[in-house]
């Protein structure tokens, strides 16, 4: 099965910065990437889909981009609101999500 | 507004059996493809079951044999019957609609409910 290893498992950022996570494949995968914000004692919340698609309703602030093994999620200007845990999710014979981002405040 | 609602969770001793339930308004559960995905404490995301439209069911290796997905169309719920419980299933169950049943965009998610296993 393939496994999804995100990096860094926790990074410390101000305001306004740009933020990039990536999540990176065992090995190469055709099908697309998602990726979800989940704050404490909530159920998590889809932001992209197919890779680089914003679902509706997530500020234009967050995007997705990769192919093959490397994927990113970038935060282009970090707010308040965006300190979470963000986790990537492939589904190859099944769903797999990976080991999870916190975004904590520097 | 399209909301699901998980219940049924709770303290029970290993080896013991436990139901969830997933009440969805909105949406019809028997039109969807609905999955449980829970959350070890202090843990990441671990998918555990679904149901696809057509009634077919599928699992996790961790859970095949000791867990049943099924759902109740009357009641537009879909439901977790975990047997065999073990220490390591104690976890937060969410349910989640499968947005185009592919397994790769789960795009409504209940508020989930805590299942403890302990003696």
């Given at each position: 099965?393939?496994?999804?290893t995100?990096?860094?498992?926790?990074?410390?950022?101000?305001?306004?910065?740009?933020?990039?996570?990536?999540?990176?494949?065992?090995?190469?995968?055709t099908?697309?990437?998602?990726?979800?914000?989940?704050?404490?004692?909530?159920?998590?919340?889809?932001?992209?889909?197919?890779?680089?698609?914003?679902?509706?309703?997530?500020?234009?602030?967050?995007?997705?981009?990769?192919?093959?093994?490397?994927?990113?999620?970038?935060?282009?200007?970090?707010q308040?609101?965006?300190f979470?845990?963000?986790?990537?999710?492939?589904?190859t014979?099944?769903?797999?999500?990976?080991?999870?981002?916190?975004?904590?405040?520097? | 507004?399209?909301?699901?609602?998980?219940?049924?969770?709770?303290?029970?001793?290993?080896?013991?059996?436990?139901?969830?339930?997933?009440?969805a308004?909105?949406?019809?559960?028997?039109?969807?493809?609905?999955?449980?995905?829970?959350?070890?404490?202090?843990?990441?995301?671990?998918?555990?079951?679904?149901?696809?439209?057509?009634?077919?069911?599928?699992?996790?290796?961790?859970?095949?044999?000791?867990f049943?997905?099924?759902?109740?169309?009357?009641?537009?719920?879909?439901?977790?019957?975990?047997?065999?419980l073990?220490?390591?299933?104690?976890?937060?169950?969410?349910c989640?609609?499968?947005?185009?049943?592919?397994?790769?965009?789960?795009?409504?998610?209940?508020?989930?409910?805590?299942?403890?296993?302990?003696?």
């Amino acid at each position: 099965a393939i496994q999804l290893t995100q990096s860094p498992s926790s990074l410390s950022a101000s305001i306004g910065d740009r933020v990039t996570i990536t999540c990176r494949a065992s090995q190469g995968i055709t099908s697309a990437l998602a990726w979800y914000q989940q704050k404490p004692g909530k159920a998590p919340k889809l932001l992209i889909y197919d890779t680089s698609s914003l679902e509706s309703g997530v500020p234009s602030r967050f995007s997705g981009s990769g192919s093959g093994t490397d994927f990113t999620l970038t935060i282009s200007s970090l707010q308040p609101e965006d300190f979470a845990t963000y986790y990537c999710q492939q589904f190859t014979t099944y769903p797999a999500f990976g080991g999870g981002t916190k975004v904590e405040m520097k | 507004e399209v909301q699901l609602v998980e219940s049924g969770g709770g303290l029970v001793q290993p080896g013991g059996s436990l139901r969830l339930s997933c009440a969805a308004s909105g949406l019809s559960i028997s039109s969807n493809y609905m999955r449980w995905v829970r959350q070890a404490p202090g843990k990441g995301l671990e998918w555990v079951s679904v149901i696809y439209r057509d009634g077919a069911t599928y699992y996790a290796d961790s859970v095949r044999g000791r867990f049943t997905i099924s759902r109740d169309n009357s009641k537009n719920t879909v439901n977790l019957e975990m047997n065999s419980l073990r220490g390591d299933d104690t976890a937060v169950y969410y349910c989640a609609r499968d947005r185009g049943g592919g397994g790769k965009i789960f795009d409504i998610w209940g508020q989930g409910t805590m299942v403890t296993v302990s003696s």
